[in-house]
């Protein structure tokens, strides 16, 4: 069953994505930051022969508006409800990784009752951290753009499956192949996250909750150690031999842990 395109609007601001599957529990997933709806497709394919999924390009992002006015958390938020409405999904479960599963875990606490249950990828609370937007930046100033080929930016990001699903999301243009987001845009999203901790919307997260780790370090052990402590039934899953991406290095072992959690969301 092939992909079907959909744009929607809200606030002014174009927010493209893409759906597809049969007719068992709604899956929405979110991508992380300088990421795009695509960089799903693997563990979507998988998802979509048992469950409607829906990828969306999330604002400043891939065929979305690229230079959205409002980049809060707030703005995020709003847009996955609009998503949600878009489609009519009947209580959702969302997937997100890394600020992907920050959105995901911020919609699900402010909208309780929107939510069926909620997949995060290598995604926490997240912490005060006033270095993170140089640092962001920083990393995206380190990108060789525009690169020459695909393959010389899959080179650049790892090689393998993980390389090629970072070069996919790029964009041709006459003098090469370049981001689809503003630098600038991506690291304003991230103030918020710099300012402060989200540990009061962990707690008031009230449906089911995976937790998906890799061995990258992102998320440090004292905030995992805290979100089991805050939410003791949240189900926690390591997938060894995988960084940060892990949806895009091993999606067959991460379609293995959706794929039970979902079938145990929905007794």
């Not at 991508?31 to 693997?42: I, K, M, P, Q, V």
Request: overall charge negative.
């Amino acid at each position: 069953m092939p992909w079907r395109e959909h744009l929607l609007v809200r606030d002014d601001t174009r927010i493209a994505c893409r759906e597809r599957g049969g007719p068992g529990q709604p899956v929405v997933l979110l991508h992380g930051l300088a990421g795009y709806g695509g960089e799903w497709d693997a563990p979507a394919e998988l998802l979509a022969s048992c469950h409607r999924v829906v990828t969306v390009d999330q604002r400043g992002h891939g065929a979305s508006e690229r230079h959205p006015h409002d980049v809060s958390r707030a703005a995020y938020i709003a847009d996955v409800i609009a998503v949600i409405d878009h489609f009519a999904l009947d209580r959702p479960v969302l997937v997100g990784q890394s600020m992907g599963g920050h959105t995901a875990m911020l919609t699900a606490a402010a909208h309780p009752g929107r939510i069926g249950a909620l997949a995060l990828v290598e995604a926490g609370f997240g912490g005060p951290n006033p270095d993170l937007p140089t640092n962001i930046g920083n990393w995206l100033d380190s990108w060789p753009v525009p690169f020459p080929s695909p393959e010389a930016a899959a080179a650049f990001f790892g090689g393998g499956s993980l390389g090629a699903g970072w070069a996919a999301g790029l964009e041709q243009r006459a003098d090469g192949w370049w981001p689809r987001f503003d630098r600038d845009v991506l690291v304003r999203s991230l103030a918020e996250n710099a300012q402060r901790s989200f540990h009061d919307a962990w707690a008031r997260v009230t449906c089911p909750t995976l937790l998906v780790l890799a061995r990258s370090g992102f998320l440090p052990a004292d905030e995992v150690t805290e979100m089991l402590r805050l939410r003791p039934e949240t189900r926690a899953v390591s997938i060894p031999g995988t960084g940060h991406d892990v949806h895009l290095e091993a999606p067959e072992a991460l379609y293995g842990a959706l794929s039970g959690f979902l079938a145990e969301a929905a007794r």
